[in-house]
């Protein structure tokens, strides 16, 4: 006797056979956008509070500040500004095993922790008990969300502000009228092959993008550009920034003028180091082929001004440390992002009184082994104004 074939589902058994399936999978349970996640800290403390290697602060707060580079208060504002975000419009697949989606206290935190440790997303995920997927899509959806909800914490002063600026830096290091000190530094990456041309690979033969920042004498960015090849001179940088264009056309930098002495008045200026090049609004050193005592004197006082630049930079670099590893293949659309939220963060520590802690910057400068490259651009106007302030100093 032949075997009784098999009757074949139809199409239809098929579906309710799915979809039987389907209701048997748990479904997320949505946040409550009032809820505050206060529990998500106990667990990762208590997983991550005797880490081998890692010297960790014993009183609980500053162990917080250590692993998020932010206090507490600065914490939950920054999930405030995030929130209606991450509640809205939550990556896919954030579910953890109690069919929950992570809270956004969480999301942020895994966030921070990947930005200020620049530790692979599989470590990260490991602290805090997620897998590496979590991790890319919960960081990346954060930088997403605080680029755009935290453009106030980076504009250029208006006129009362820029006042007390010039205030406090003439205050600080006697340059009158003062509004800033710019600088660069490299975000150095690995490319592939075909991406790897010769406008990306700097001085120091390191494939790299620039970071150009203007800082107020808190160590504030007061303007900032990214996305340029490392390859690229700084003073061809500055000119293809939006600073140039804005104090070019006086819509920034075009303040009231101070008279230093008789004859002599000093517009509104921000300094710079040898890179780049001398003008009205943006004055460097004298050059070492100058020798007089008054050069010399000026040289001093005007290092004293660039350097908060440069320190500001190592605080940067030192806190977010994504920014200062060898990034592996980054998306160039998407670098900008990153280093823009990190200047963000380095923003809204300062602003919401919180401190740059004092341990973080790493050894050396910002840029270790790279050497500034001498410009040789002036203006007569800049040189001009550049002797005022020398004259004055000399008084």
């Known amino acids: 006797m032949a075997p009784v074939k098999k009757k074949k589902k139809t199409d239809k058994a098929k579906k309710l056979a799915k979809k039987s399936k389907k209701d048997k999978k748990p479904k997320a349970v949505p946040l409550d956008p009032e809820a505050i996640d206060c529990d998500w800290w106990d667990t990762f403390w208590e997983r991550n509070s005797s880490l081998s290697g890692v010297s960790i602060p014993l009183d609980e707060d500053d162990a917080f500040k250590f692993f998020f580079r932010a206090s507490k208060t600065t914490f939950s504002y920054i999930c405030s500004l995030v929130r209606e975000d991450l509640i809205s419009r939550p990556p896919s697949g954030l579910i953890n095993i109690e069919g929950r989606l992570l809270s956004v206290e969480k999301q942020v935190a895994i966030a921070l922790r990947r930005l200020a440790s620049g530790d692979s997303q599989v470590s990260v995920g490991a602290a805090f008990g997620v897998g590496q997927s979590t991790v890319s899509q919960v960081t990346w959806r954060f930088i997403e969300a605080l680029e755009e909800r935290a453009k106030h914490h980076l504009r250029w002063p208006d006129s009362d502000r820029i006042e007390e600026i010039k205030s406090k830096f003439e205050e600080m290091y006697g340059l009158p009228n003062c509004c800033g000190a710019i600088d660069t530094t490299h975000i150095i990456m690995t490319l592939p092959a075909v991406q790897a041309s010769d406008d990306w690979c700097d001085q120091e033969k390191n494939f790299s993008m620039f970071l150009q920042g203007v800082f107020d004498h808190e160590m504030r960015f007061l303007n900032m550009v990214t996305g340029w090849p490392g390859g690229m001179d700084v003073s061809k940088l500055l000119k293809f920034s939006g600073f140039f264009k804005l104090c070019e056309t006086g819509q920034i930098l075009d303040g009231n003028a101070k008279t230093l002495y008789e004859g002599a008045e000093i517009r509104e200026y921000v300094v710079g180091g040898v890179s780049y090049p001398l003008l ?116």
């Open 280 to 395: 009205p609004w943006l004055i460097t050193p004298h050059s070492s082929d100058d020798p007089s005592d008054s050069a010399m004197a000026f040289n001093n006082r005007h290092e004293k001004v660039r350097s908060v630049a440069a320190t500001a930079f190592a605080h940067l670099k030192g806190s977010w440390r994504i920014l200062s590893k060898v990034m592996w293949r980054p998306d160039r659309s998407k670098l900008p992002s990153i280093i823009l939220v990190c200047c963000l963060l380095h923003n809204i520590i300062i602003d919401c009184g919180d401190y740059l802690q004092e341990d973080v910057p790493l050894s050396g400068h910002h840029d270790s082994g790279y050497a500034d490259r001498y410009c040789k651009q002036t203006e007569v106007l800049g040189s001009e104004l550049r002797g005022y302030l020398t004259e004055y100093l000399q008084r």
